[in-house]
């Protein structure tokens, strides 16, 4: 009997939700991603909808119609506008904080020793072990060089603070200049390119911007692995990864838009001047940043020893190579 009753209570719940219509229950999750892409009015991606994508993108467009000016400008100007007043600052802040960590080692190798020789003496005295010792070392030392970095106010952490500005900016804009071209096709773009790429709805087919594009990437990688005396393990992996991913980003260049090609290779570009110009002394004083002993007052000079040096040592390993085959 109350099976009989609750089969009819389920078939009378059943029959109020077919009249109703059908509901859909999504998880919370799911729901927002729903949500997001019924607001998309272009049937583009959702992550195409972010805040930050859809502000690039109205910038774009403001600078274009606000001014007047040709795509290919409009794509410029930003770039260089939002380069020079965001990433610049941030770049400065950041040789700066870093010239400062270096000129704290001397403090800190100085407060090692005195904590290593004041943990040690009390050790001794207490009969204690020698990794009760190291224990000690460790939490005071690590808590003294806090305190330090702390009230010179370098803490590790604000050399982070460019990727974490640089690499969000890049993308929204990226995927602001997707959405123009391929999802909304804004016709004006189909006429206001530059020189051998005047169609920006299509892939520049010359491979100049993808090549250039990679090219900076490259000397980039370089130049600030020579302003590294003695880099480590973990830094010479990041540096193999990141020369590969520059290499892997050519071919992709070359098959999106080349309103997004053009901008990924003037970002590169400018960060090229950008390091350039940074690497000298003179620049360096004037912009607050202090003088280390790291630092090489010609700068050039070494990273074309640098490259003398690498392109001897690879063209001998083609030589070894070669005399293996044979």
């Known amino acids: 009997m109350l099976r009989r009753l609750e089969l ?20 919370p999750s799911v729901a927002l991603l729903h949500h997001s892409a019924v607001l998309s009015s272009d049937n583009s991606p959702i992550y195409s909808t972010y805040f930050p994508v859809t502000c690039a993108e109205s910038l774009l467009q403001g600078v274009h119609t606000g001014l007047s000016m040709p795509w290919w400008l409009t794509i410029a100007v930003t770039t260089i506008a939002l380069r020079t007043c965001i990433t610049l600052p941030l770049t400065i802040y950041q040789q700066k904080k870093s010239a400062k960590l270096v000129l704290l080692q001397p403090v800190v190798k100085e407060i090692s020793e005195a904590v290593k ?28 060089v806090r305190d330090l970095y702390r009230n010179e106010g370098c803490q590790p952490f604000k050399l982070f603070l460019l990727p974490w500005t640089q690499m969000p900016l890049w993308i929204s804009i990226s995927l602001g200049l997707r959405n123009l071209s391929i999802y909304k096709a804004d016709p004006s773009m189909a006429s206001e390119g530059l020189a051998w790429f005047p169609n920006l709805l299509l892939p520049e087919s010359t491979w100049i911007l993808p ?92 990273i074309y020893t640098i490259f003398k040096i690498r392109i001897k040592k690879f063209v001998q390993l083609q030589k070894q190579a070669s005399g293996k085959d044979r």
């Open 8 to 27: 009819k209570r389920y078939g009378q719940q059943a029959c109020g939700m077919l009249r109703a219509g059908p509901r859909i229950y999504l998880q």
């Open 117 to 144: 020789y004041n943990v040690a003496t009390k050790c001794r005295r207490e009969n204690l072990p020698v990794e009760v010792a190291e224990e000690r070392y460790k939490t005071l030392f690590t808590g003294m």
């Open 211 to 302: 090549i250039t594009f990679g090219l900076c990437n490259l000397l980039n990688i370089e130049m600030n692995a020579a302003g590294r005396q003695a880099p480590g393990r973990i830094q010479a992996v990041m540096k193999k990864c990141f020369i590969t991913l520059s290499i892997v980003m050519v071919p992709v260049a070359s098959q999106i838009p080349s309103c997004m090609s053009f901008y990924w290779t003037l970002s590169s570009l400018y960060s090229l001047v950008q390091n350039s110009v940074l690497m000298l002394p003179s620049v360096k004083r004037k912009v607050g940043i202090p003088q280390t002993t790291k630092e090489s007052k010609q700068p050039f000079k070494d």
